[in-house]
């Protein structure tokens, strides 16, 4: 049992009915070449799990009969599953768009030298953290080291023709709070991103997207052990705007596990709260050709407030 679950459990939140599947997102492995202390996955270098050849052809045989044109891959880091470039080459090969959650050190590591170019090659998407433009932030919340890494693999995404004008090669970045705050405005923050960059590095990208800090798994826990998880629920509460219910990333979208289950977002895989048949039965994405969710409740608990508040948050950055 995850130690931030039953507090969260005891949270209501408004109800939220699922639309027509139109993003997979699929969790290939929590194991990661980083322990970040924002990470709702707790992923890291010891985790084993991770998304074997069976599972990947049933997620490749569901993106081929169903209209979903968007496959969503993150991790841990989703390019150390060893089945990473069949699965990429495949969904790009039947026109699927296939977007690479990339944490950018992964580029240069041992292994990995060809990986950009791949990425390139397949007209990947590459949605990139960086928490902070400023190394000192970057490497409190990543590790040491990780900032000056990342803006070496943006450097390799630009010359390759990433986030640059007039190519069709899509670098986006992804924002998170140090702490327990909300992100500041999406726009504003993204102009602050391209000019520090572009003026110290040489650095371009598309667009950033700010995304809210869940309190969960190793967030979670921080916020436990310092005794601030109550008051930051608070704030999430205090600033519902439901406005973003529509919006939200779970009524479009399917979070598959590195076994092959289904949850309604990647959250609440984390929570380990899946979606399930009338029988109270995971589902697995070998089945999910043969269902309609459409209509079908998601699951919610205190987290989804974190999705809510503010301008609202998605793994596409803010609803608003």
Avoid at 228 to 239: A, I, Q, T, W
Avoid at 258 to 272: A, H, K, R, S, V
Wanted: charged fraction near 20%; charge should be negative.
């Amino acid at each position: 049992m995850h130690a931030t679950l039953p507090l969260l459990e005891k949270i209501t939140f408004p109800p939220v009915v699922r639309k027509q599947v139109e993003i997979l997102q699929v969790n290939l492995g929590y194991q990661c070449n980083l322990s970040c202390l924002h990470c709702h996955v707790n992923a890291g270098p010891t985790r084993k799990e991770m998304m074997e050849k069976p599972v990947i052809d049933a997620l490749l045989h569901y993106l081929e009969v169903s209209k979903v044109k968007l496959l969503d891959l993150t991790g841990g880091a989703p390019e150390l599953n060893k089945h990473f470039h069949y699965l990429v080459e495949s969904a790009r090969g039947m026109g699927v768009e296939v977007i690479d959650r990339c944490n950018l050190t992964i580029l240069d590591e041992p292994g990995q030298e060809g990986l950009a170019d791949f990425l390139a090659e397949q007209k990947v998407t590459v949605v990139a953290s960086l928490p902070c433009y400023m190394e000192d932030n970057v490497d409190e919340q990543r590790g040491s080291g990780v900032f000056n890494a990342s803006i070496k693999g943006l450097k390799h995404l630009n010359a390759l023709g990433y986030g640059v004008k007039g190519s069709d090669l899509k670098l986006d970045l992804v924002f998170n709070p140090q702490g327990a705050t909300l992100p500041p405005a999406q726009e504003a923050l993204e102009g602050t991103y391209k000019k520090h960059l572009l003026d110290q590095f040489g650095i371009v990208f598309n667009n950033l997207l700010t995304v809210t800090n869940m309190p969960i798994n190793r967030f979670g826990s921080m916020l436990i052990s310092k005794g601030g998880f109550e008051g930051y629920m608070g704030l999430l509460k205090s600033s519902y705007n439901a406005e973003n219910l529509d919006s939200l990333m779970c009524r479009n979208l399917i979070s598959v596990d590195w076994q092959g289950y289904l949850y309604d977002c990647d959250f609440n895989q984390m929570l380990e709260l899946p979606i399930e048949s009338r029988c109270h039965e995971r589902i697995h994405i070998s089945q999910l050709s043969n269902l309609n969710l459409e209509g079908a409740a998601v699951k919610t608990a205190g987290h989804c407030y974190g999705c809510s508040a503010g301008q609202g948050s998605s793994c596409g950055g803010a609803l608003e």
